[in-house]
């Protein structure tokens, strides 16, 4: 990574945790708006990590994922969470189309010592923004979701957490068989790192060998 | 000029004119996802329990067109309920049985000493009974097939039969259980008795001494008792977490009263039991808090067909006349009706409303709409399996409803 002239900003482990939770809500409005989950007059715009982005205006949608983000929020600080998993179904057959895969590896220590990191607001920035331009350009590969969809969310945790009044434990991870896998951007907060991975039904067409 | 940003963009930058498909080597892939099934003994998968509302099909954007589905188009399931009445005082007991529809539109409720008839065709409402402490609580009520008798189980252990046409009480049945009557199930002018003692008796309503058999099997409370349509087998589940099938093709004596099949596999206890209309010996039955699943059973054989893990309280099952669909009510802590297409067993509609387990469920005799009641002292209704309206034009000619009281009562 380039060295910055500029200053660092100190990181707690709160405030990486927030920016995770808020990068999730803006990503997973990204993606119901990019891939038609939900018709686009039901977005409005908005100015973030310096990108127009959407955001639903539908009450039932808003309050899902702030719901979730809270919850995310909490894990994330506790150093639980693992993994994020967005999941779009087919609302008639019920079968998974699309996962949206954001993994988390926290810095351990910050969460046992409580001690906070540094690294410039901007660099995260630009590191998020650079994974919702993937996000809004992945419809140039995806396959079409010619059908109406639904949406889910899975968090995967360590196994020590107490199951919030909310949640239920789920075994089934909604997986894909035999995906197309494509890797997005990471970007790093320096306490939590997140991964960003989509995998989609294999298109039958597709003749390109995974090699 | 930025140097860090232009280093970025010069170095991370250049991997998005990658074509995708070469960043997913078939080995990484099959170890991620090797991993991944891996590490799921150490982590654990949480969804959010309640889930974000579909899009209105209807009002979708041109550029999403409808594709022709070979079935039939999907209906709009309302998913709030139509109606809400008052039911104060009813018990919020796991093993009781306090809701019925009957074949002439009637819903008989048991709230606490009494029992309310609420015709349906005409939205009122009666008080057929109350009793006095010493016959302690109604524990269950059934509907006779002709709609017109009233099976009434207490705790006391006696079972009434009531005429609601003339609202007369016709008989008492005595001496047969020892504890309350937690479920009831009518076979022609047979009338079955589930008790809390575990035993189950079937009583001839015509006659005189009126047990006719029992059926000894279970260890606690009967709390779920369902005849199938032929009447050729029961169904009965228990707090002893078991299912028995009762068959009456059994000829030979001694084991006419010994069960045909017992199923163990639900590890908590199970009130919900329904017949397939569709499919015959097709027993659909679900499981309390420390189950929480739907199975399936050939009650011929005894296998269970498949099961399926709601993530809730099973209190009670509906199967759709119409389609091939099955609803089930439950607890802890969603408190909703969840509608499944059978049988791949996918969620098509989730019921809300009820702010506590929703224990009791009947449907309607056009088969349309669903009557559900809980401890939170409501009685609501859905019109989940169809609507009203179109079944009642389908219909030739409407029932002749008889007008059984001439007053009007409100529940309070």
Redesign the interface.
Known sequence: MASKTAAKDIITLRGSAAIVSEFFGYAANSILYNRAVYPEESFARVKKYGLPMLLTKDEGVKSFISNLNAQLSEWLEAGKLQRVVLVIMSMNTGEVLERWNFSIETDNEVVEKGVSREKSDKEIMREIQAIMRQIASSITYLPCLDEQCVFDVLAYTDTDVAVPFTWMESSDAKLIANPQMVKLHSFDTKIHKVNTLVSYKNDEEESDDEE | MD???A??MVT?GR??KEP???????SE?YR??LA?TL??N??????????????S?A???S?????P?PAKP?RRIRQTSERALDAPDIVDDFYLNLLDWGSSNIVAIALARSVYLWDASHGSTSELVTVDEEHGLFTSVNWAPDGRHLAIGLENSEVQLWDAASNKQLRTLKGGHRCRVGSLAWNNHILTTGGMDGLIMNNDVRIRDHIVGTYRGHSQEVCGLKWSASGQQLASGGNDNLIHIWDRRRSSMAAAHQWLHRMEEHTAAVRALAWCPFQANLLASGGGGGDMSIKFWNTITGACLNSA?T??QVCGLLWSKSERELLSSHGF?GNQLTLWKYP?M??TAELRGHTSRVLFLAQSPDGCTVASAAGDETLRFWNVFGDPAEAAREKSAPKANSEPFSWVNRIR
């Open positions: 140097m860090g940003y280093h970025w991370e991997k998005e995708p498909f070469s960043r997913s080597p078939s892939a991620r996802l991944e590490n799921l150490r982590t654990r998968i949480f969804a959010f329990k309640n889930k974000p509302p579909t899009s099909s009002s979708s954007s550029t999403y067109h409808q594709q589905k999907r893990n993530y809730a802590t791949s996918v969620k």
